[in-house]
Each structure stands twice: as structure tokens, then as C-alpha cells.
């Protein structure tokens, strides 16, 4: 049977029954699991992370954890505890002070930032080597404020899961991102034409092509896709930069 747990029991409070030696053992454990999971973050990306780096994003559950277990847990004794956050702490300042001072050091901890568009059309090796779906990386840049991919000259994912966005000037046409087809109240769908001036695109990832690739049921060269739609204007294109483009059936 257990033994009742006595309250304000100094001893057990800050030592616990673990021998001296214990304490280096949980250094040891502490570094190892920090810098551990420190890499199952990295291997993972910046997708979960919004605006912290993993750095940061680690700090803040290697913290609650030690934090948690010695408030909740009588067996857990507080010196343990505050070794534990006392050398997630270090390691993280020598790790900012790392970053801050080595460009190198913060690629490797940080990542680097990754194009998933470029000249209006998504990049399929951007998005496999970061782990995302083309509704997903459609989705931000709908939250960006992005309506048609003709509208972007680059759009980078940065580290730390933000989407910086540069758009190109003038546009040109491109698939538009509006309206999303998963809309749980999609508005009455429309026969859209499948080229314009001779140019299509694909209804995928948005690369343009000739139209005459619509007759051979060709696919396109970067996802494989055979979804084919007429490039069109971003909203608000001057009309002397439109020209007299005209759509194709």
C-alpha cells in the first residue's frame, strides 16, 4: 500500500528519494529530448508553427511540460523540475545566440524560406518537400488576399509558416483562386471556356500552355493534371492591358 503522501514535506518537495547522480542524469535526458524533438519539429516544417520559430515553438513545450509536472505531481521533487527548466533555457539562448550570429546555424534550426508559386503557377517540388496539398497552398494564398495566380510574380513560405507574397507588375492571366469548389454554398456553377487567345491553363496548378493541348488530352508537364480552363484577368486589370483578348470555346 502507498504511503501517504505528508504535506510540506521539505524533503521530498525539493530532493525526492533519487541519489545525487539523478541530476545529472536529467540534464543529460533534458538535452537529449530538447535537441530530439528539436529535430522531429525541423523534419516537420513550419506548417503548425504560425509565427514562432521552432525554437521558440519548442521552448514553449519543453516549458508547460516541466512547468505542469512539478505543480501537479507530488512524486516529481522541485529541484528536478527547475533543472529541467533552467537548462531548456540555456540551451535555448545559446541556440538564439547561435542563430543571431550565424546565418548557417539558423538555416539549420529555422529552415529556410521556400517558393510555392513563381510566375503564376504552383511549384509541385515546393509543395511535396514541405508537405502540402495545391487546396491547401490555394487556401493561403486566399487568406493573402490573392484572387488570381496571374496576379503573383513569387510567393514564398517562410520558416516560420507565414506566406509572404510579391506580386507581379503588370499581371498577366491566370487561374483564378474564386470561388474555392469545396464552398459549402457555392453560387450556380458556370461553363467557363477553356482557352483564351490561344492559351489555356492548367485548372490544377495553373501553368499556362497552347491551347491545342485541350484537343490531344494532353497533361500538364507539372502535375500531371488534365483540368484545362481559360487564363483569366485578375480583378481590376486596365482594360488597354487586357487588350482585345477574347475567350475560346
Known sequence: MDQPVIPFDLARMF?????PLFYAEILFRTVLIYLYTLVMLRWIGGRGVAQLSLVEFLL???LGSAVGDAMFYPEVPLLAAMAVITTVVFVN????RLIVRFDRAKRTLDGCPIAL???GHILLDAMKHRDLGIAEIKSMLRLAGVEN??????AYLEAGGGLSVFR????RPGLSLVPPQHLLNPAPAEDKPLA????TCCGICGVSTGAQIIATRGRCHNCDGQTWLAPEWPPGTDD???GGSKPME
Open 240 to 242: 488597354e492591358l487586357k
Open 149 to 154: 495566380l496571374g496576379e503573383l510574380r513569387v
Open 93 to 96: 539562448k545559446v541556440l538564439d
Open 15 to 19: 530532493i525526492g528519494e533519487q541519489p
Open 117 to 119: 508559386v513563381r510566375d
Open 168 to 171: 507581379a507588375h503588370p499581371p
Open 196 to 199: 483564351m487567345d490561344g492559351q
Open 60 to 62: 514553449v513545450i519543453a
